[in-house]
């Protein structure tokens, strides 16, 4: 039986202002640092056995990952499909919009000009599909909020709402058992 761990990056401003970062490169705040910093501490006293650590190409992620690793001395690389989302034209707006609240319940839809949830699962179960295959390696995975509802809806059934409601908060720690 083996194992992952997910993160997701620390606070960075939009998220302070409750708006919706999805692709849109956003940087931490200070205290998304430190939150960092502090993750890499917490997994180097609890002895926690990973061998890499993959994070998504957005500099909230990155430099979530390049803390953890400094701190820890675990190897970090970029793994592009843990992009987050890309909502199109929601971006930037609130996350409890109520035009956006109905625009994600059709997995479908592309945000005008984003990627569509299916898109997303394909690309996100496609790499946990390669993390499964390789059994010689324990990953941290270091994404998004977005990036959290996928993962955890390929281990578990999850209604729409449950789905939609699911998150993690920043700098959390998930571990993923298969």
């Known amino acids: 039986m083996g194992h992952f ?3 997701r990056h620390g606070q960075t401003i939009w998220n ?4 919706i970062c999805g692709a849109t490169d ?8 430190k939150q960092a910093i502090e993750l890499g501490y917490y997994i180097k006293k ?6 890499q650590i993959l994070y998504s190409p957005l500099s909230r992620a990155k430099d979530t990952a390049l ?8 190897p970090a690389r970029e793994e592009l499909r843990l992009k987050e ?8 707006t609130p996350r409890d919009g109520d035009e956006f609240k109905q625009a994600k319940t059709c997995f479908v839809n ?3 000009g984003g ?10 179960y496609s790499l946990l599909d390669d993390v499964k295959k390789d059994d010689q390696h324990v990953y941290l995975l270091v994404a998004h909020n977005g990036i959290s509802r996928i993962i955890e809806s390929y281990f578990h059934d999850m209604t729409n709402d449950e789905f939609s409601a699911f998150g993690i908060k920043n700098c959390e720690l998930k571990k993923y058992e298969y």
């Open 110 to 112: 592309s945000f005008e």
């Open 26 to 33: 956003i940087a931490l705040t200070e205290l998304g640092h």
């Open 115 to 124: 990627e569509t949830m299916l898109h997303l699962a394909h690309r996100i």
């Open 46 to 51: 609890h002895h926690i056995h990973i061998d």
């Open 85 to 92: 989302q890309n909502f199109g034209k929601y971006e930037s």
């Open 5 to 7: 761990y997910f993160t």
């Open 67 to 74: 803390h953890i690793s400094e701190v820890t001395g675990i």
């Open 16 to 19: 302070v202002e409750n708006k």
